[in-house]
Each structure stands twice: as C-alpha cells, then as structure tokens.
C-alpha cells in the first residue's frame, strides 16, 4: 500500500478516533511523523504511541489475531486491548500484568530496555491483590450506581472501607 | 492565591538569573504517579477523581512545611484563569481542558507545582531558572518521598513506577531545560541540531509543547526513555547535551556578529523599532521580535535594555496574562491593541521611567 501522500509504501496504519467516524489513515514514515506531530498530545514529549503500537502489531499479528486481540479485556477495570490500542492509555495498575505479552515488546520499542533501575518507593509494596481487589471494587460501584443498585452500592463501599482500614 | 497578584509577577522560568541563564531559561523535572488503589483516569468514575482529589488535598495539607502552598480547583476557574496557569507553566493543557474534579498546588515562588488529576492521579513538577538540573532533582525527589509517606504509589518490582502511558512507566520522569536559541535559528542550523538530538532519544518541543512551532525561538530539550536507566543517568544524558546545545548557540551567535554584524544590528533594532511603537499586534509577532531584541541585548547591541524586562515581557504580552492585568476580557483584536500599548509603556525610551508616558498613550 502506497503513501496517502506520496509514493513511497505506507509503514504506518493509523485510526483516528477524535471525530465520530473512525478515520483511517495510511502513511509513510515522514508523513506520519508530520501528522502525529500535529496530533500530539500538548504536555508530552510523546514518542507516538499510536505509531509504535501499529508499527509492532503490523509485524506481529495477523489481522485475525489482532481482532482476537483486541477483544481481550482487563478482568480489572475492563479495558479492552481495542481500546488501549485507540486512546494510548492503560486503565488501571494491572493492565500492565493481564496485557503484558502485548506490552512487553511495545515497552522495548519504547524504551529500548524492560526493567526499571531508578527510585524505589521507600516503603515496601503492600500486598497488591488487596490494592487491585479495591480497583476492581470501586468500578463495582460505579456499575452498581448506574444499574441504580444502591443496595449493592452501599455494600461494595462497606467493603472498600473494610479493606482499607486492615492494617 | 489570588491570580491577580500572581499575574504582576515574572514567575520563576522567566526570572532570567542562574547558570547560562542567556541561553538557558529553565530546568523543570516532572514525575508521573498514581495511586496503586484506584483505577487510571480514563477509567476513573467522577467519584473516584473526587476522592482522590481530596486525598491528595488531605496530603498536601498534612505536611507542614507546606502550608504556605496554594491549592487551586482548576474546576471551577474561568477559562482565562485557566489559560494563565498553563502561559506560567503551572499546569499543563490537558488538566486546563480536562472535565471534573482536578487541582494544582502551588508554592509561593512557583517553583513547584503539583497536578491533580491530569494524564496520570499525580503530576510533580519542579522548576528552576537556568541550568541546574541537580537542584531541581533534589527538590523533586524530597517532594516526592514526602507524598509517598501518606500514599501508596502504583509500583511494579519490574517495571517501577506505573503510569496512565507505556511511555512514561519506569522512572515516570521527563526532565526539560528550556533554551534559547535565535542564532541557530536564523543561520538555519536548528533542524541538523535536532535530528542529532533525536538520535539519542531526546525529544525537542517549542514553548509550551506545541507541535514543532517554537514560539520566540524558545526550545525544550527533554528525554524520551523513562525505563531501564536511573533519574540520574537520565539527568546526566540531559546535562551533557545541554552545553554542548549552549557551544553552538554561542558559536552561531559569534559567527552572526562577525560576518554579518550590520544586518544582525539591523534586524534587533527593527524588532525594538516596532515594539516601540506597534498599535496593534498579535502575540505571535511580539514573540518573534522580543526574541531578536533578547539576542541584541545579550550580544551588547541594545545597551538600554535588561534582560529580566524583556522575560517579563515575553509572559506578560500572552493573551490571558493581558487580560489579567488589564483586568477585563478582551477579544484578539482589543488584545493585539493592548498589547502594543502595555509594550510602549515598557520599552519606550526617553522617559524618566514607564510611568511618566502611560498616561499619554491613548
């Protein structure tokens, strides 16, 4: 597939999700440096994300695998791949264990490395089930409140309060 | 904090003193955290972005030495309040932009600021004037070990500090120095600079991030990799690029005076010429001209002029921080209008001081 803007092969698939109707664009590297310049996010030095992701998935998946893909939720805070895949940004603290297989080569390609060396929280680490067991509460509420459960509501957040004040 | 006050201020990137301060404007270090108990913001309900705006409130209040800093609803300010904080580089756009319960706490010299609910729960953010990423270090990471005394950050064993963003996960650190760069601009150098700069993975970025346009020639250098190297390795990359950013700058600015001294002389007092005496006009040109006058007085070709006038000028003439002082709304062409008038009064010559003509300008 050629360049949406010139000859040369486009090596970046994007879809645009800004305006109601996905648009999707087709580019070369140069254009799609031009474009994702423009698109960026104002506070950050963002090296795209959009661009590596597509970049990584177009060499890795079939476009079978990557419908799969994207299909795959968060049991957490129910992010689906699909979505993280369109916005850039993960929905809670363990995205990063349930979509690591897709993460781990997209974090490389960012970083170049996979393991943290810098500041460690001086404190240790309280058991983490506990802090994603509060996670996946909190978006009980929030299901419950819409579903207009108040009961269920009322005791998911007894729950919450338990959990937080264990020692 | 009233906004009002703040506005007649120069704030602490503009201030013009510290190491390099000709060249180099600013150090600003700003760290990514979340709390390991709530989901991300995308997927954040209104009442879990309340709650953690108030625990961070409860936070910033507990600490003692703290209790000086102003803590701002971003919320409930008016869309120029707003657009203030982000020409001062206290918040960013996004939070500006974003909808629901979000904050910034400010310290009263401005050189820390910490945002709320923005891409990630927690933005740090510390800023000096000049070169002197060492310090800002040292103030961020004592800010940040005092926040992680009440709270418990989303931390990986792996993968450090977790974030909104693959991009920032690791460190959850971008360091930025701000630099001024005229001479590499005009002798056309600037984007073999930066492709070279790219090549190590340094990102560059104009003024307030915006796409490549950099505004006034202002320029900000910062990393890309947060993962696999410690805060001070990356600071180390940052402050070994940096001089050699501030060498070429110099040598371009070197080479403009002595092989075209008459038209570089030319273009700094046409940019004073019309500042001077402009009726109207448009923020963009005032960066651009304020940006040939500030080289002319760093070269000596402007004897008249101070250097932390001139940085005053560059935040004061940004549309809100106008409005602010002139205390009234104003739409772009009652700006532009404004504008040139507040520039007269600061920058003509002659007078005693810019009292004396301010009352003869209309």
Redesign the interface.
Known sequence: MKCQHCEKPATFHITELADSIPEELHLCEEHARVYLMQADEPDEANPSIAGALAQQLKISQTADELSQLDKQQCPICQISFYEFRHVGRLGCPHDYECFDQQLEPLILNIHGDNAHVGKQPRRGQPGSNRQTELIRLRRQIEEAVGKEDYELASELRDQIQHLEEEP | MDLATLAQQCGEWLRGSGPESDIVISSRIRLAR?F????????C?P??RSTIEQRLRDTIDSISQWSNVSYIDVDALNDVDQQFLVERQLI????ADASDARAVAIDPSEQFSLMIN??DHLRIQVMKSGLDLAAVWDQI?GI??QI??VV???????????T????N???G??V?VMLHLPALVITRQIDKVFRSLQKI?L?V?GL?????QAMGDFY?I??????????QDLISQINEVIPVMIDYERKARQFLVSESQQDLHDRVSRAYGILCTAKTISSEETMHLLSSLRMGVNLGLIDDLEIPTINKLFIHTQPAHLQKISGSELDTADRNIERAHYLQKHLRRGSDDGESDSGEQN
């Open positions: 979340n390991s108990d709530f989901p991300f913001i995308r997927k309900s009442q879990d960013s756009r996004e939070l923005e891409e990471d940040d070990d992680e005394e418990n950050y989303a931390f990986h064993p792996t993968l450090g500090y977790l909104a963003c693959p991009t996960v690791g460190t650190m971008r930025s993975s990102a970025r307030y991030g915006e796409g490549s900000q910062s990393n890309q990799i947060t993962l696999g190297r410690s805060e």
